[in-house]
């Protein structure tokens, strides 16, 4: 048995540097625990490590770096290389920042506010008193980045201090945001236009060495963090212009607030998206503007951790805490946070902390809800003087000029006529326009029945030692009859053609939703599974000879990300055709936000246009609440001004045109298309190839079936394909049915010269499958009483109800019965 000393002597002995190391270790995990992060010592007092914190030397120098002004987590990455990375951008001594410059930009910050103040006084501004440090920091991401390969940065903000960085980092005149604070000329703003702190602007910043990166400040809504997923959408479309490099040149960044950034959903959904393929940006910088408030609520109503930022750690991405008023910080966090983004294509989270000089939005008084922390902040000076006697500067000098230079712009201001333009869109939006639709710029959309075989031909072809599903290939080779005029055309193969011909002519195609390559109702079937290895394989994929792109992507579980995303990418890619799926057009309210604060006002508000189409799937067939209705009614009540259009396509051939339509129109309104799902095969729904030779989309199909008819149906959509099928069963053709295509723009013309067409019919009968409080009745009624001359218009329509349908099929089909024949009998339901 080995005696004591023998035992000592083969114990292995700890090094001095596996000491350090172990220390160290203790501090990169939990140091940001014990940094000094709040400027007023109210909030994030220092907590305990989980594990003890060690004394000693290496403590002690552990502790400089990681309990210091500035705390970072980052042992939850995975990758070894980052981590280390990290590790060594901290664990060094910095460099000394341009302390003048800073400086500069503090006192530029602090004073537009407070000239605002002065000559505005209890006007809302969303002053950034109080964590003015966002200047400088913006300012070396740029610094940083034009020296990494940036060339454009996308901004998007919520309106606390909105304002400063138009002016301060934008670099638009503060002429023109007085300008707007004087507002000039109402009349051209009637009924439309936005508050100030809303609004985009465009600009450019040049860096020491004479490197310029092109700003773009995104327009955004009151809806905190919205704005989030559609400006991400904005950047992957510029990147995808660009092509290879694209990450790298195109740097988002998103800068949020603190309650915001814990409470909102979508800010979530935005951050899940960062590293999937369809629609990763290389790595979004966030900065957390945190004044530690939410209006009046403070961080333990607004979080339910430590820290707002806390959300982001499921990505495996770094989190930087730094006190906002330790300037020098706050500029070395923005170079490592920009380095580490275009070394490693991924993102970075900043929380820059400091605090609210004045109530949230100026008019209100903070002392009622924070009376203590604003006693503190009463007496605490303004950063830029806090940090001029930091320095050993006097900066009163440099103030006064400051102050007089706002000042005079100020007095300009008062002296304006106009309005300021504060963007410029690119020259990709030369050749389209919005405003109200010109029946002159009307396009030709049909096909010949030789260029649609090829199509088809092209669409049904894979490599011959790929293993096609048996039930594919079966499809596929339905869909090959279809191609030669065997079999009509249903609506999966019409869209499919519809995308080919796209395409094939140099255009983007991209489509993304929950199942959507292969379709929720198995009726896409774009991308094709090798049954042995999974393989996949896309045939529109293999079909942009001319520079053409078929992108389709399953998207994650989310409505209102995913829908903003591709309205922001629809922004600035309006060559492309950019299309989102409903999974089922119910599931559409879950991005309400989208649809009523981007996609029907953002012209009305902003002057900007897109052309983002929504597929919808809807239809009455007795799946219950959830599944039955798009709220047709929700579209209809938003669209005024020629906004957008809301079609609901009844054939597969005019689902073809309409596609066809939305990309090759200079005209660039949203499209809201209701889809079917059991009219999808349907064979009254379907149609011939000669009907794609058809110039164009018919906005109203008029009856020439009908038989001296004494009653003129009119509907939308799969209704009408039921009240043709009885029809026909009963062999009475006294009743016409006509199909409204469109719903908006009202199709006025079209719609006259179908009723017209039977003059004797005594009644216009106005159909639909949802209740009387929803569906397009109440929009369509008004509107069918000025077409029907001296006729009686009525309507037929299931009784009001809570809920768009019945949870109960039997129940269903007594309802579509009973309408059905109300529809096609003697007497209407008025």
């Not at 341009?98 to 505005?120: M, P, S």
């Not at 979530?268 to 910088?285: D, K």
């Not at 580490?340 to 109530?359: A, K, N, P, S």
């Not at 001296?790 to 309507?795: G, K, M």
């Amino acid at each position: 048995m080995a005696t004591k000393a023998e035992a000592l002597t083969q114990a292995p002995t700890v090094t001095d540097q596996q000491e350090r190391d172990a220390v160290f270790d203790i501090f990169r995990r939990w140091g940001y625990l014990q940094a000094t992060l709040d400027p007023l010592g109210q909030y994030l007092p220092q907590e305990a490590f989980p594990t003890p914190a060690p004394e000693g030397k290496a403590a002690t120098e552990a502790r400089r770096y990681y309990c210091g002004t500035l705390g970072i987590e980052f042992m939850h990455i995975p990758s070894a290389e980052q981590r280390q990375w990290l590790q060594a951008q901290i664990e060094k001594t910095p460099s000394k920042p341009n302390q003048a410059h800073i400086l500069t930009k503090l006192i530029r910050a602090d004073l537009f506010e407070q000239v605002i103040q002065a000559r505005y006084l209890g006007t809302k501004r969303f002053s950034l008193e109080g964590i003015t440090a966002l200047i400088p920091f913006l300012d070396q991401i740029f610094e940083t980045g034009s020296t990494l390969g940036v060339t454009k940065a996308m901004l998007a903000m919520n309106h606390r201090g909105r304002l400063n960085v138009m002016t301060n980092t934008i670099g638009r005149p503060a002429s023109d945001i007085f300008t707007k604070f004087e507002d000039v000329d109402p009349r051209s703003t009637l009924g439309g236009g936005d508050v100030k702190y809303h609004l985009g602007a465009t600009g450019d910043y040049t860096s020491p060495s004479g490197k310029l990166i092109s700003l773009h400040l995104a327009s955004n809504p009151s809806h905190l963090e919205a704005v989030d997923p559609v400006l991400v959408g904005r950047a992957r479309a510029r990147q995808e212009r660009i092509g290879e490099g694209g990450k790298k040149q195109v740097l988002p960044i998103l800068i949020h607030g603190d309650a915001a950034f814990a409470g909102q959903g979508i800010l979530a959904e935005t951050l899940n998206m960062e590293t999937l393929p369809g629609y990763s940006v290389g790595g979004v910088i966030h900065i957390i503007v945190n004044n530690l408030l939410g209006f009046t609520a403070n961080p333990d109503e607004s979080n339910s951790t430590r820290f707002s930022t806390d959300i982001a750690k499921r990505l495996p991405i770094p989190i930087i805490h730094v006190n906002a008023e330790d300037p020098d910080a706050v500029v070395r966090v923005a170079t490592i946070a920009t380095e580490f983004r275009q070394r490693f294509g991924t993102g970075v989270v900043i929380d820059l902390i400091g605090y609210r000089r004045h109530g949230h939005s100026e008019v209100d008084d903070p002392t009622v809800t924070q009376p203590r922390r604003y006693a503190v902040i009463k007496d605490h000076k303004p950063l830029y003087q806090i940090y001029a006697e930091k320095i050993g500067v006097n900066p009163a000098r440099e103030a006064d000029a400051a102050q007089q230079e706002f000042l005079d712009q100020q007095k300009a201001a008062t002296q304006a006529d106009h309005i300021p333009h504060m963007a410029t869109l690119p020259s990709y939006w030369d050749k389209y326009k919005g405003g109200e639709f010109d029946p002159a710029d009307e396009v030709n959309t049909g096909l010949s029945a030789e260029r649609v075989g090829e199509l088809v031909t092209k669409l049904t072809s894979y490599p011959k030692d790929f293993h096609i599903h048996p039930k594919v290939k079966k499809l596929y080779e339905q869909r090959q009859e279809m191609g030669t005029g065997a079999k009509p055309f249903d609506y999966g193969m019409a869209e499919l053609v519809a995308y080919a011909s796209l395409v094939e002519d140099g255009t983007l195609v991209r489509l993304t939703g929950q199942d959507s390559q292969r379709g929720t109702f198995n009726q896409r079937h774009s991308v094709l599974i090798d049954t042995e290895t999974e393989t996949r394989y896309a045939p529109l994929a293999h079909m942009g000879e001319k520079g053409g792109r078929f992108e389709v992507y399953n998207s994650l579980l989310s409505e209102a990300a995913v829908l903003g995303f591709e309205y922001g990418f629809a922004r600035d890619y309006p060559e492309a055709l950019v299309l989102w799926e409903a999974q089922f057009g119910d599931f559409a309210n879950g991005a309400q936000i989208i649809i009523d604060q981007f996609i029907s006002a953002s012209e009305a508000k902003w002057g900007l246009l897109s052309g983002v189409v929504m597929l919808l799937p809807h239809g009455y067939e007795g799946q219950g609440p959830e599944h039955s209705s798009a709220r047709i009614e929700r579209y209809l009540q938003l669209a005024a001004n020629d906004n957008m259009q809301i079609c609901q396509p009844s054939t597969a051939a005019q689902y073809f045109h309409l596609l066809r339509r939305q990309l090759l129109r200079s005209w660039r309104k949203p499209l809201i298309v209701f889809t079917p799902k059991s009219m999808l095969r349907h064979p009254d729904a379907s149609s011939p190839i000669a009907e794609f030779g058809r110039d164009r989309f018919l906005n109203v199909i008029p009856d020439n079936e009908a038989q001296n008819p004494r009653r003129l149906i009119v509907c939308s959509g799969k209704i009408g394909h039921n009240l043709r099928v009885e029809r026909a069963k009963r062999k009475d053709y006294s009743v016409g049915i006509i199909f409204l295509e469109q719903m908006y723009p009202w199709p006025e013309a079209e719609l006259q010269a179908a009723l017209d067409q039977y003059p004797d019919a005594e009644e216009i009968v106005w159909v639909q499958e949802e209740p009387a409080n929803m569906g397009p009745l109440f929009y369509v009624m008004p509107l069918l009483r000025q077409v029907a001359r001296d006729r009686a218009v009525l309507s037929v329509k299931r009784s009001a109800s809570a809920t768009p349908a019945t949870g109960s099929a039997k129940a269903h089909d007594i309802e579509e019965k009973t309408l059905i024949n109300v529809a096609l009998g003697t007497s209407g339901d008025r």
